[in-house]
């Protein structure tokens, strides 16, 4: 069976992976077999094997991070896993300030400014510096700043930070990092190892290929200890089945910011597609994203790129931007041709998967050229 056929792609060229990653062929298959059958027999008690799906999520994730199970908790979505780390964390005094882009993804700085209500502050870096830049984080990450967010990659533009750098110089300053990882995990390799970050959060509904309600939360375990989430429930508990109103005890390992009674169908269909592109091997799904975003860029002039055309600061996106006649133009050739794709205020995006082809990319240059 090729790459092509083991998802669901019907028809035209779609590259909307930074949005909606498109699910394995079986999902249905998974879904009946994992999350129905134990349902529908009243024989048994459907818990075990639902704990079971969420504990193979937790691996699937463990091996695409480089990270271990017991750091890893699932999240119905970044906006929660952040409102949770942030409520956890007693912060010293004169360093309740929070940090973040406008470049983040809106969701964050959403999360951040409530936050304020609970004796926080909140600076935005300005959209007009460049992050990618070292000296930039020397100089925003002041003494007043308790805890900053770092987004891997940004969605606007395609851009992709120096983490490790980043989060080491948080170390060195006492700050706590928070990396999102939402736009990058599932096309570039990381290794939670490699960098000095406090917690990172992430997706599976994009790059993944998971679909919605499947997120992620990773917990240091230096930082572990110091965490008391506020937002709990049963599962929050060292032991969920205990049912005694009076002896709540966190959960020793990352399964604390969990809560109450879960989800667990997101997790089923995630696990398939995580284990897929693990079978698949990330550092050949970056290989052959980089051939074809090469391929794209190719064709198109410097004034035109918003992404960088050096792979190892680009991500899996393509931004291009032109002006507003020619680039209606351009969208109107992709949309004949049945490409998916998506306009955002800093230009056109474009993010070819594992199951795109160099084919697919020849119409898309066809029509880029065309204009």
Not at 101 to 107: L, Q, V
Not at 146 to 158: D, F, I, P, R, Y
Not at 260 to 282: C, D, E, F, K, M
């Amino acid at each position: 069976m090729s790459i092509r056929e083991q998802f669901l792609y019907d028809q035209g060229i779609y590259l909307l992976n930074h949005s909606v990653g498109l699910p394995p062929a079986d999902t249905s298959e998974v879904w009946q077999r994992q999350f129905l059958a134990p349902w529908q027999s009243a024989s048994e008690d459907n818990w075990p094997a639902w704990l079971l799906a969420v504990d193979n999520f937790r691996d699937a994730m463990s091996e695409m991070l480089g990270a271990r199970r017991a750091e890893i908790c699932p999240q119905v979505n970044l906006s929660s896993a952040l409102t949770k780390i942030v409520g956890s964390l007693s912060f010293e005094k004169g360093r309740e300030g929070l940090l973040c882009s406008e470049e983040d993804f809106p969701s964050m700085g959403f999360v951040l400014e409530q936050a304020c209500t609970r004796g926080h502050s909140l600076r935005y870096v300005s959209a007009d510096r460049d992050l990618q830049d070292l000296e930039v984080w020397y100089d925003i990450l002041t003494e007043d700043i308790g805890l900053a967010l770092v987004t891997h990659v940004q969605s606007n533009t395609g851009r992709q930070l120096p983490v490790a750098d980043i989060t080491r110089l948080c170390h060195e300053r006492g700050i706590i990092s928070v990396v999102d990882i939402a736009q990058s995990v599932g096309v570039i390799p990381i290794d939670l190892s490699q960098w000095q970050a406090d917690f990172v959060i992430g997706s599976c509904v994009k790059w993944l290929c998971g679909g919605p309600g499947a997120g992620f939360l990773w917990v240091s375990p230096d930082k572990l200890n110091q965490c008391q989430p506020q937002d709990v429930g049963w599962f929050s508990h060292e032991a969920p089945f205990e049912f005694d109103i009076h002896n709540f005890r966190y959960a020793p390992d990352a399964m604390r910011f969990w809560g109450g009674t879960p989800s667990v169908q997101p997790y089923v269909l995630a696990t398939n597609s995580v284990n897929r592109l693990n079978r698949l091997g990330i550092h050949s799904i970056r290989e052959h994203n980089l051939a074809l975003t090469d391929q794209l860029l190719r064709g198109v002039s410097d004034e035109h790129c918003v992404s960088p055309r050096d792979a190892a600061l680009r991500s899996g996106t393509v931004v291009l931007q032109y002006p507003e006649e020619q680039l209606h133009r351009i969208a109107k050739n992709l949309r004949e041709e049945a490409v998916a794709f998506d306009l955002r205020r800093t230009g056109m995006r474009l993010s070819p998967h594992i199951y795109n082809d160099s084919d697919e990319i020849g119409v898309v240059t066809a029509c880029l050229g065309a204009s």
